[in-house]
């Protein structure tokens, strides 16, 4: 760790203070060079520290930049790790308000719900399926708080991976009836196919962005908890999005995910 627990909170809250205003800041390196990995994940729990104490309540974790598409689309080469609030949810079908989000773009993501823990290190592909519950879809909705989403990845971390909002919809299958690798989805807006991917598209198969998450957690003494839903990471790039778009995912054996911007 570089810096100290006051200027933590104070970035948590700097970060936090501008998702509730919807109001875009510069990335926080910029007057923290030094900052760290720890420090951006320190950050990032004081943001969940703040949620909660507002009452809202942890949905779930995810995964970022896990896809070859979202890590050329950004320019890294590593997945990031953050979490989701009740409050993000969005039903499918419905309508997610543009006011209240800066300059939002949305990914398609295979997501898990897990049925045993999972500790790192050295948890891999074979123990994630093990403990998977149910596949589902989901559409996750980002908005980096940071200026033109210039970031880097430290700065993104701290800002909580960018999450949003999320929508989940379609249908829970059980693992073994899928294969996740050659799961295929098609990602629309306003009608048209704007990005297509298999689920292989993310670290080769979707189970492994779990392995990294539960490896990640593992290195801070943690673990994933039964009965975690876990968002692996979209499958293509990020699309934006603007009031008066309407986007559907739709997801080989899993049905369709869609949501109307407002
Ligand atoms: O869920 C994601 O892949 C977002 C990771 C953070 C980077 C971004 O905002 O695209
Ligand atoms: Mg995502």
């Known amino acids: 760790m570089t810096l100290d627990a006051f200027t933590l909170e104070q970035l948590a809250a700097h970060l936090d203070r ?3 205003q919807t109001r875009d800041v510069v990335k926080i390196t910029d007057e923290h060079p030094d900052l760290d990995w720890d420090d951006a994940y320190a950050i990032q729990d004081g943001i969940r520290r703040l949620r909660l104490a ?3 309540r942890l949905a779930g974790l995810k995964a970022g930049l896990t896809s070859f598409a979202k890590m050329k689309q950004m320019g890294v080469d590593v997945p990031v790790f953050g979490f989701v609030t009740d409050d993000m949810a969005r039903p499918d079908g419905g309508e997610i308000t543009t006011a209240d989000l800066i300059h939002p773009k949305v990914e398609a993501e295979i997501c898990v719900v897990t049925k045993a823990p999972l500790r790192g290190p050295g948890c ?3 123990a994630v399926m093990a403990a998977i519950d149910f596949v589902l879809p989901a559409v996750e909705v980002i908005d980096s708080r940071y200026r033109d989403f210039k970031f880097d990845l430290k700065s993104v971390i701290a800002d909580n991976t960018s999450a949003a909002r999320f929508v989940v919809g379609g249908q829970a299958r059980p693992v073994d009836a899928l294969d996740l690798r050659t799961l295929g989805v098609v990602l629309e807006k306003n009608g048209r196919i ?3 991917a298999a689920g292989a598209a993310v670290l080769g198969h979707p ?3 779990v392995a990294m ?3 990640h957690l593992g290195a801070r003494g943690q673990e994933i908890p039964a009965g975690t839903f876990i968002m692996t990471g979209g499958v293509t790039e990020a699309i934006a ?4 778009d309407h986007v559907c995912a739709r997801f080989q054996d899993l049905g369709s995910v869609s949501m109307r911007f407002v």
Request: aromatic letters at 0%; hydrophobic letters at 55%.
């Open 18 to 20: 501008a998702e509730q």
């Open 54 to 56: 507002r009452g809202q």
């Open 124 to 126: 891999h592909v074979g």
């Open 194 to 196: 704007v990005a297509m």
């Open 207 to 209: 189970a492994a962005a």
């Open 213 to 215: 998450l539960a490896n």
């Open 241 to 244: 999005v603007e009031a008066g």
